[in-house]
């Protein structure tokens, strides 16, 4: 017990504002930088994941130049599956998928924090179970029974892909393009021969619309 309010207090002190989003006896129990997608936004948010005896949540909160705040929460009690997901296609980052009955997150990090994270949250969800066990004395209906056995399920995801669509590639064949169409505009202006930069310039721009339309199915 003294372990966490130590990390609590580390974690408010660290995280001005913090304090003002917390609900009653919420403690802040574990921090660190991800990618937070929640299904709301077309893309993930770099963020800082926090992990608390009640909640998980991405958050930034800042007031220069001018004030942002991003809370975006799941209940533990609410989470029904944890999933590490390794993608062959990402070799530097793991994804952690939290499934609840109504929403799911997608959480990415590099593979040691994703790790700590999900250590971390399996603790959490843990004792957030035992400290809403009915007592002895109760007596146990139907729907108590079952809010008791609706431990999450905890799973590990080995997904395959093409390199071709991975983020990374996606990235490369953008700046490749804008690479290309540069050089070619520089090789036009310097040698005043449209034929020596236009096919450049053509390649250049091929490459970034294909790197976008691969982006947008990608989100689809």
């Given amino acids: 017990?003294?372990?966490?309010?130590?990390?609590?207090?580390?974690?408010?002190?660290?995280?001005?504002?913090?304090?003002?989003?917390?609900?009653?006896?919420?403690?802040?129990?574990?921090?660190?930088?991800?990618?937070?997608?929640?299904g709301q936004e077309s893309h993930g948010t770099a963020c800082d994941i926090i992990v608390t005896?009640?909640?998980?949540?991405?958050?930034?909160?800042?007031?220069?130049?001018?004030?942002?705040?991003?809370?975006?929460?799941?209940?533990?009690?609410s989470i029904r599956a944890v999933t590490l997901r390794e993608k062959s296609f990402e070799p530097?980052?793991?994804?952690l998928l939290l499934s609840s009955s109504k929403r799911k997150i997608y959480i990415r990090a590099p593979r040691q924090k994703i790790e700590s994270l999900q250590a971390t949250l399996r603790a959490a969800i843990a004792?957030?179970?035992?400290?809403t066990r009915p007592d002895a004395d109760v007596v146990e209906t139907p729907s108590v029974i079952t809010a008791q056995t609706q431990t999450p399920v905890y799973g590990k995801q080995d997904m395959r892909g093409t390199f071709e669509r991975s983020p990374l590639a996606i990235v490369a064949l953008f700046v490749g393009g804008l690479a290309l169409e540069i050089?070619?505009?520089v090789l036009w202006?310097?040698?005043?021969?449209?034929q020596t930069g236009l096919p450049l310039c053509a390649a250049g721009f091929v490459a970034v619309v294909t790197s976008i339309l691969v982006l947008r199915q990608r989100r689809a």
């Fill in 1 to 38: 017990m003294l372990t966490q309010t130590t990390a609590a207090e580390k974690i408010l002190r660290r995280f001005k504002g913090l304090r003002l989003h917390l609900q009653e006896n919420e403690t802040p129990l574990f921090t660190m930088p991800a990618i937070w997608d929640g």
């Fill in 53 to 77: 005896n009640q909640r998980v949540f991405g958050y930034i909160y800042s007031t220069f130049p001018r004030e942002r705040l991003f809370l975006d929460a799941l209940p533990l009690a």
């Fill in 92 to 95: 530097l980052f793991r994804e």
């Fill in 189 to 194: 202006i310097v040698s005043q021969s449209a």
């Fill in 183 to 185: 050089l070619g505009a």
């Fill in 127 to 131: 004792q957030k179970r035992d400290e």
